[in-house]
């Protein structure tokens, strides 16, 4: 873990600094849009026209908010357009890495050791954290945007005139039914295991484990006799909340100290996570191998041995328990 400061890379732990042990998350600085004819998009500047090939996705296969970004470029179709990069899943000194791993990719743009090298090229005076996922613009060699809940909603449409198909991930009337459930979701339940998970103190913890758990029984009401939370058809709010889902029984209910519930206690959710799961080209967005490995190798605040559990038992048809 780690950070940049005035484009110049520290090691170490720097969220949150109150005295209350409450995990802050900073916001995302990169909030230019691809658009089907480079006109600027709801914020950020111009000049980002949809092109395949031009553009390339960083991510790390064990983030949930990188693994929204691939699932819209896969359900997309965008996946030949749209180079993917993924970085190694242990994240500590130099932060995010491409030093050699199962599945991990070495950088194109530079051949760069560490992920804050590619942050620095954008921008090189730039102070911040160094998070995935990262939208990269090899025709102007900088990057578009680092926001996933942006990358997400801009795969839906920006290619579509060169490439994509027709999935509509946000469809109108529908829209503010969408928002307005994504950032109850994303308060209490994307960021909600976080902010528990990272907790210094009792009561910062206490204060962000309950939300996660209302939050998850409502959406186990709201999912009674239904596939998707609104409307007739999966939203890019079902992807939002699965990717959270997908990691908890196997890390969050552990690691994050997330173990009021399970998933699989709550029969609608589970069946949900299985059914996005078995929906054609997600299956193949989801490593195991990186999200548990992730987590209890990189925060050694949490786990400073770095031991990796074996379980909890497969929630996924055909998932087995993994070793190392
Ligand atoms: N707001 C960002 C957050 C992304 C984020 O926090 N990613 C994590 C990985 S799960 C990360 O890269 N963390 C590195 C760090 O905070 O130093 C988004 O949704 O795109």
Redo the contacts with the bound molecule.
Sequence with gaps: ???LKDGKWHDGW??GDGDDGAFE????IFRNWITPDGAPGPTGEGGFEAEPGRYRLYI?L?????H??NIARHLKGLAGAIELVVVHWR?QEG??SFREGECVTPDPLCGADN?HQIYTRAKPDYSG?????VLWDTKTGTIVN??????LRMLGTAFDACGANDLDLYPEGHRDEIDALNDRVYDAVNNGV?KAGFATTQKAYEDAVVPVFDMLDELETRLEGKDWLVGEQLTEADIRLWTTLIRFDPVYHGHFKCNIRRIADYPNLAAFTRRLYQLDGLSETVNFKHIRH?YYESHDTINPTGVVPVGPDPMIPGWQAQRA
């Design positions: 873990m780690g950070f720097d969220y998350r900073d916001d995302s790390s064990a983030c949930p908010w990188a929204r970004a994240m932060g995010w992920m954290h160094v998070t995935v996922p680092n926001e996933s809940a942006d990358i976080y992730h």
